[in-house]
């Protein structure tokens, strides 16, 4: 027997995304914070696209993938945050269809890119200090172009299949998504078909990549303890602990709470915990990764110094 709202679902030209709160203070909260946020982030992607480019000592296998990083970035922020405030500030939360499967489209391209990134520079890392005779030919720049245009190539595939898999349904329960953004576990709660095979498809693709990329980058930072605990230098030991501890830290958030979210049933939700969730593994990690593979690094602080003296 067909759902009684089914005729409307063939029909529903847009959704509603899910606000903060109502309450105008905690609406502007919202604001500054998600736009102090988005402003640090972007900023200082920028700061080091510019720094890495410019500064030839950076033209590096690590620096490149640090570029890329910061671009993607960059561009991953900038699809969720700015609409959220300007919702916010408009007290209007609707989205069209295109514009959600867009939004949906792009999110989940920046996830798995960001995701293949951040495994490469652990294996970068890892060839730096384990296999250091073999670095320039295992880090070729020919083949760093060609593990960046294998990831952005094949996450344009992934993107694109999940989202067509997804907008293929029919959407009529309602057209309220309880989350800031359009994601797919939101969208599934909202189909009145079956969904369990795009949740099975999810929860398989998600433990080969996500699972595949987070014991890889496990095994490689094992391997580069091993190596570093035998360096003579405590100092070389301290400095090299500094920047894995922190980064092991943020691939945990990022793929714990994208896990949490992406492999539960769509009836299990509790829509506050949802959207703090989303936060963790879409706006938390950006600011983190910053300081981690910047802020803490004394090649792009002393590049910074370097262009600040030459333009004042």
Same mark, same amino acid.
């Given at each position: ?7 409307n679902? =063939? ?14 203070? #905690? ?6 914070? *998600? $736009? #102090?946020m ?31 990083? $910061? ?8 699809? /969720? ?5 300007v919702?916010? %500030? #408009? ?5 069209s ?5 867009? @939004? ?6 920046f996830?798995y890119?960001? #995701?293949?990134?951040?495994? +490469? ?11 250091? %005779? ?11 172009? @060609?593990?960046?245009? !294998? ?11 999940? /989202? ?6 029919? *959407? ?6 309880h ?6 576990? $939101? ?17 398989? $693709? ?9 014991i ?10 091993? =190596?570093?605990? &035998? *360096? ?11 920047t ?6 943020? +691939? ?5 709470? +994208? ?7 769509? !009836?299990?939700?509790? =829509?506050? &915990?949802?959207?703090?969730l ?9 600011? *983190? ?20 003296k &030459?333009?004042?």
């Amino acid at each position: 027997m067909p759902h009684p709202e089914m005729p409307n679902s =063939t029909m529903m030209m847009g959704f509603l995304l899910m606000g903060f709160s109502d309450v105008w203070e #905690l609406q502007a909260f919202h604001v500054v914070s *998600f $736009s #102090l946020m988005y402003m640090m982030t972007l900023t200082g992607n920028f700061l080091i696209v510019i720094v890495t480019t410019m500064d030839k000592s950076l033209h590096t296998p690590m620096y490149f993938f640090l570029r890329n990083l $910061s671009m993607l970035l960059a561009g991953y922020i900038s699809v /969720t945050v700015p609409n959220s405030c300007v919702n916010s %500030l #408009l007290d209007n939360n609707d989205i069209s269809k295109a514009g959600c499967a867009a @939004q949906v489209f792009i999110v989940v391209f920046f996830v798995y890119v960001e #995701l293949l990134f951040i495994t +490469v520079m652990a294996r970068d890392c890892y060839v730096a200090i384990c296999q250091p %005779l073999h670095y320039a030919v295992i880090m070729h720049p020919r083949v760093c172009v @060609q593990m960046t245009l !294998a990831s952005i190539l094949s996450g344009l595939v992934y993107a694109g299949f999940h /989202t067509a898999n997804t907008f293929r349904l029919p *959407f009529c329960h309602s057209n309220v998504i309880h989350q800031f953004f359009c994601d797919i576990p $939101s969208l599934l709660k909202l189909s009145c078909s079956d969904t369990f095979s795009n949740e099975m498809t999810i929860l398989d $693709s998600a433990l080969v990549i996500g699972g595949g990329c987070f014991i890889f980058i496990i095994r490689s930072y094992i391997h580069i303890f091993s =190596t570093v605990l &035998k *360096f003579p230098s405590e100092a070389d030991r301290v400095k090299v602990f500094s920047t894995c501890i922190p980064h092991i830290l943020v +691939v945990s958030i990022f793929l714990g709470s +994208v896990f949490y979210v992406y492999l539960r049933p769509s !009836a299990n939700s509790a =829509t506050i &915990k949802d959207m703090a969730l989303s936060i963790f593994y879409s706006i938390i990690p950006l600011p *983190f990764n910053l300081i981690i593979y910047s802020l803490r690094n004394e090649q792009i602080k002393c590049a910074i110094r370097k262009i600040m003296k &030459k333009i004042f």
